[in-house]
Nanobody, 121 residues
């Protein structure tokens, strides 16, 4: 089993910055994909950004140029640096990882508990 623990959410004024972190622990062979999703009230969960093991990143168009995703493989941790925040960035942010079990080729998908990000105007 794998656990994801998120931190770094909070309340910030428009134009401000926040940094989210998500650390994985447990039975981990490797982590193929690390990412962040968000869900605003009344809306579907959407991809914000992800990064694969080779370092290739993908961003939602709405956050390009403002958010940066990075990973520390030694710490099994993914970060999301969020700059120039806007009220429309307000949502619960969820960490997501695709983890290969040790000594197998089995991949499992895991989610963090979610962290609230609120951007005031």
């Amino acid at each position: 089993q794998v656990q994801l623990v998120e931190s770094g959410g909070g309340l910030v004024q428009a134009g401000g910055s926040l940094r989210l972190s998500c650390a994985a622990s447990g039975s981990i062979g490797s982590i193929n994909v690390m990412g962040w999703y968000r869900q605003a009230p009344g809306k579907q969960r959407e991809l914000v950004a992800n990064i694969i093991s080779g370092g290739i990143t993908r961003y939602a168009d709405s956050v390009k140029g403002r958010f940066t995703i990075s990973r520390d493989n030694a710490k099994n941790t993914v970060y999301l640096q969020m700059n120039s925040l806007k009220p429309e960035d307000t949502a619960v942010y969820y960490c997501n990882m695709v983890v290969r079990r040790p000594l197998t080729v089995v991949l499992n998908n895991y989610w963090g508990q979610g962290t609230q990000v609120t951007v005031s105007s």
